[in-house]
Nanobody, 124 residues
Framework: VQLQASGGGLVQAGGSLRLSCAAS????????MGWFRQAPGKEREFAAA????????YYVDSVKGRFTISRDNAKNTMYLQMNSLKPEDTAVYYC??????????????????WGQGTLVTVSS
């Protein structure tokens, strides 16, 4: 399974970006996909996740109301629309695919495939 993240960049505070993560592979069978982020000097943290079946969403409190996660099942692609960006959103954003059998979508241990990161920089 390969996960390809894209869409990062430099944006001013208050601006918007949309991240994409395309999943491919012969036996892709994840239950959900998520975004984690790691700011400079900080640990990686959960940002958002969505289930493939039913589209249940999960968000960390700091992004609720500003970020919207969605998916296109036909394309095996997940999106993260980020609005009202703040400098503290600056981080490398990683997409990942997970299984409920491994744990909660909020927990990195539940993810068994990870994509490369895409850098989001929000200037003040």
């Amino acid at each position: 399974v390969q996960l390809q993240a894209s869409g990062g960049g430099l944006v001013q505070a208050g601006g918007s970006l949309r991240l994409s993560c395309a999943a491919s592979g012969r036996t892709f069978n994840g239950n959900f996909m998520g975004w984690f982020r790691q700011a400079p000097g900080k640990e990686r943290e959960f940002a958002a996740a969505i289930s493939w079946i039913g589209g249940r969403t999960y968000y960390v409190d700091s992004v609720k109301g500003r970020f919207t996660i969605s998916r296109d099942n036909a394309k095996n692609t997940m999106y993260l629309q980020m609005n009202s960006l703040k400098p503290e959103d600056t981080a490398v954003y990683y997409c990942a695919s997970g299984l409920y059998a491994l744990g909660s979508p909020r927990n990195s241990d539940a993810y068994n495939y990870w994509g490369q990161g895409t850098l989001v920089t929000v200037s003040s």
